[in-house]
Nanobody, 123 residues
Framework: QVQLVESGGGLVQPVGSLRLSCAAS????????AHWYRQPPGQQRNLIAS???????TYADSVKGRFTISRDNDKNMVFLSMNSLMSEDTAVYYC?????????????????WGQGTQVTVSS
């Protein structure tokens, strides 16, 4: 069993910053590609940032230039640094990753979701 656990959310004022963390643990070897999604109140969940094992990144236009996704492969962690936050960034943020998971005598690449962490941008 593998778990993804996000942390670092909270209440922040406009133009402030936050750093979200996502830690993977359990019967696993390493994270393959990882993503951050967010779901604003009453809206659908959307992909905002992705990072490959080698560190290549892509971003949604809505966060490009303000958010940075990064990873620590040794610690099986993924991060999202968020700057110049606006009220429109208020959402539940989810970590999602394809993880090489130990199952019996083999290894399978399985997709996992974290439980989400709330980010509220308000004065």
């Amino acid at each position: 069993q593998v778990q993804l656990v996000e942390s670092g959310g909270g209440l922040v004022q406009p133009v402030g910053s936050l750093r979200l963390s996502c830690a993977a643990s359990g019967s696993m070897s390493k994270i393959n590609i990882a993503h951050w999604y967010r779901q604003p109140p009453g809206q659908q969940r959307n992909l905002i940032a992705s990072i490959t094992p080698g560190g290549s990144t892509t971003y949604a236009d809505s966060v490009k230039g303000r958010f940075t996704i990064s990873r620590d492969n040794d610690k099986n962690m993924v991060f999202l640094s968020m700057n110049s936050l606006m009220s429109e960034d208020t959402a539940v943020y989810y970590c999602n990753a394809d993880i090489f998971t130990t199952q019996g005598s083999g290894i399978r690449l399985i997709n996992y979701w974290g439980q989400g962490t709330q980010v509220t941008v308000s004065s």
